[in-house]
């Protein structure tokens, strides 16, 4: 199985864990997972955190944006729609198994790295220490989305920021020590070098996302609609599994690029 793993000469020097790996996780015992909008978190790692979850780890999805932005009618309430997508990714993270949900309600489509994102990615790390973070791959070539990009590097930062004394020092005067997480896992990565396998928790995956239901148009092909479209979807993340996980002779996976702070 081993065998089957690309090699990645260019970092076969460094740390050992950046090496290509089908080997999971322990099971963390806290999870921090950070999407740009919601149903980000779920396409990401939902099989993932759902394994955990079910391992008696304490998962927590955090979810940058409001999504006001995600539909394709132009007559859509913003308003409502936000409070939908609030609403949906409750009930997503309890089919995923999650103890918490966190919103920052940056509004979506306007996502700007800042400093003062990068201390609130922090701060979420130092309250919440997390075994392992999870998030968008920002260095994905051809990420179109400027959301995605800025999460991404803003969690990235923010888990370097929480691990030393000296960033945001007024967090550490209000009672925030510095925490080091173990791992950081980026989804959607072009050059994986780790694989989670989710035969066991795919069809959770699938649930969750299909109570996205304001996303039913824009990124299920109409699945809230029509039974044959529902299906399509469900093949479609089933096929995406099962080419994440062959590179690792899994026959369901999900894929990433893994970091050590």
Not at 2 to 13: F, H, S
Not at 217 to 223: E, R
Request: charged fraction near 25%; hydrophobic fraction near 45%.
């Amino acid at each position: 199985m081993a065998g089957c793993i690309p090699r990645l000469a260019a970092v076969t020097n460094l740390h050992p864990e950046l090496r290509p790996s089908a080997e999971p996780l322990a099971i963390p015992e806290r999870v921090l997972a950070i999407g740009a909008h919601p149903d980000d978190v779920e396409f990401g790692a939902a099989g993932t955190l759902a394994k955990w979850a079910d391992a008696g780890a304490e998962v927590t999805i955090a979810v940058v944006t409001d999504g006001s932005k995600g539909t394709w009618d132009p007559a859509a309430d913003p308003a409502l729609l936000v409070a939908t997508r609030r609403s949906e990714q409750r009930s997503a993270a309890a089919v995923i198994g999650a103890a918490g949900v966190r919103f920052a309600e940056h509004i979506d489509g306007e996502l700007e790295y800042s400093m003062d994102l990068r201390a609130e990615m922090c701060r979420w790390i130092r309250e919440l220490r997390p075994d392992v973070v999870l998030t968008h791959d920002p260095w994905q070539r051809y990420q179109l989305h400027p959301d995605h990009r800025v999460t991404g590097i803003a969690v990235a930062d923010g888990v370097v920021a929480a691990r030393d004394h000296h960033f945001f020092p007024a967090q550490a005067a209000s009672g925030l020590a510095p925490h080091r997480p173990g791992a950081l896992l980026l989804w959607s990565a072009d050059e994986p070098n780790h694989w989670e396998e989710v035969s066991s928790s795919l069809e959770r995956k699938i649930e969750a996302l299909l109570l996205h239901e304001s996303q039913s148009v824009t990124t299920m092909g109409g699945a809230a609609a029509e039974a044959g479209a529902r299906q399509a979807f469900a093949d479609r993340i089933r096929s995406r599994a099962a080419d994440a996980g062959a590179p690792a002779g899994l026959s369901a996976a999900e894929a990433f690029r893994r970091l050590t702070p």
